[in-house]
């Protein structure tokens, strides 16, 4: 008679792991004389905080030149604007029948409109928006950080916020989450699966929600006010540590290491960089394109029954007195739930209207990007988190909404811009 013998399998603590690990590469790696290269010499300056750091800020300088030049002048200022303002709305309010009626309203926007932006119909804003400047806004980011990937910088990048990062309960790794979501937030939520604890993931999706903007949302926000772009970021960037203080405090949990492979610098390539282009802008326009039309309708019909005025008038108080912007930042903020690059670009109109001053729309940027996610990224966020943790983030949100726009305001009245 055979006797089975059961094996339990039991998890490896976080010290034990490192243990095996050392055992393992003391039988496995051979120490020896080492040439040592050019690229090799490259390699550990980047992680070393006194020359990474100047390397970081030029990269990410670089970065964001790129971006402007290529989705800001070259293609929405001297292509887009005028395709769109100069010949397409014109042609679309001269041919669609009955100006008077809510679906000329609903399609075509405002009569008077000679902009876009203003028109705020589904075939003008809501195509406007998407194609004339997000789709080059997602462009220009997710080629730069697909070279930026391939090359291998990125990990680099990791190691060297790591120090940073652990300050607030997390480690280099919470960079490549925060970078994915400057894209779009849905796969940085999804990027968030590797680390460890729920603790983490639960803080890092948490202030990817609140603090991180999409690559659309900023593609809006340097054309509506780039003269401020530098300032949103500031506040932004400040809010994502000191809340990720807090967090590490409150939220109980373990921060453990993560073992992250560092590649060798190696030459991108075309084949994988065009296919990590593809994949991501046309999984991005998958999301943002029936969202955005969708925004365009809803808060179009709202208008029409007049549920805008009532949410105005309700909410008017409560905007105005508080966080020191217009009632008429209800509609954005509406908007906003469905597609946050939407929602600033009705700012936009707003501001071209005369209705908001330039702190207002500095203001309303803000609590666009931390009062809610974007209705996709909430229902990940939804698969990804118990019901306890979302929660806890929408509570995170409330709190952050009241707090730090409040403060913004305060600043503002201190400074006598608001």
């Not at 769109?84 to 679309?92: G, N, Q, S, T, Y």
């Not at 705020?120 to 220009?140: K, Y």
């Not at 970078?179 to 590797?194: D, E, I, K, Q």
Request: proline share 5%.
């Amino acid at each position: 008679m055979q006797v089975k013998e059961e094996v339990v399998k039991v998890p490896l603590s976080v010290d034990e792991r490192w243990d095996l690990i050392e055992k393992i590469s003391k039988q496995t790696v051979e120490f020896g004389a080492r040439k040592h290269t050019l690229k090799d010499a490259i390699a550990e300056l980047t992680v070393k905080p006194l020359t990474g750091i100047p390397v970081a800020i030029a990269v990410i300088y670089g970065f964001w030149a790129f971006f402007c030049e290529f989705a800001g002048t070259l293609f929405t200022d001297g292509f887009m604007v005028r395709l769109f303002d100069e010949h397409w709305l014109p042609w679309l309010q001269s041919v669609f029948p009955g100006k008077e009626t809510w679906l000329y309203f609903i399609f075509v926007g405002d009569p008077a409109a000679d902009n876009c932006f203003e028109a705020f119909g589904m075939l003008t804003s809501g195509l406007f928006v998407i194609f004339g400047v997000v789709l080059w806004a997602v462009l220009a980011f997710y080629l730069i950080f697909a070279i930026l990937e391939d090359v291998g910088y990125l990990p680099r990048l990791a190691v060297l916020v790591d120090t940073v990062l652990h300050k607030i309960g997390l480690h280099g790794y919470a960079i490549v989450p925060t970078f994915l979501s400057l894209g779009c937030n849905v796969p940085g939520v999804t990027a968030t699966r590797p680390l460890e604890t729920r603790k983490q993931r639960f803080m890092m999706m948490t202030l990817l929600a609140i603090f991180v903007p999409c690559g659309a949302q900023i593609g809006i926000m340097q054309d509506l006010v780039p003269e401020m772009m530098g300032w949103i970021f500031l506040t932004l960037a400040i809010g994502y540590l000191g809340f990720g203080f807090v967090l590490n405090k409150i939220v109980p949990g373990k921060s453990p290491e993560i073992i992250m492979d560092v590649p060798p610098y190696q030459m991108p390539t075309l084949k994988n960089i065009m296919s990590k282009l593809w994949i991501r802008t046309s999984g991005f326009l998958l999301v943002a394109v029936p969202f955005v039309l969708l925004g365009c309708l809803i808060v179009g019909l709202m208008y029409l029954t007049g549920a805008m005025d009532w949410l105005a008038a309700v909410f008017g108080p409560l905007l105005t007195v508080w966080f020191g912007v217009p009632s008429e930042t209800v509609a954005p903020l509406i908007a906003g739930f469905l597609r946050k690059d939407l929602a600033v670009g009705m700012l936009g109109g707003l501001m071209e209207q005369g209705i908001m001053t330039t702190f207002q729309v500095f203001t309303s940027v803000i609590l666009l990007c931390i009062y809610f996610p974007c209705l996709a990224t909430f229902a990940l966020m939804i698969k990804e988190e118990n019901w306890k943790e979302i929660l806890g983030s929408l509570a995170s949100l409330v709190a952050m909404v009241f707090v730090y726009g409040g403060l913004i305001h305060l600043v503002g009245i201190m400074l006598g811009v608001a």
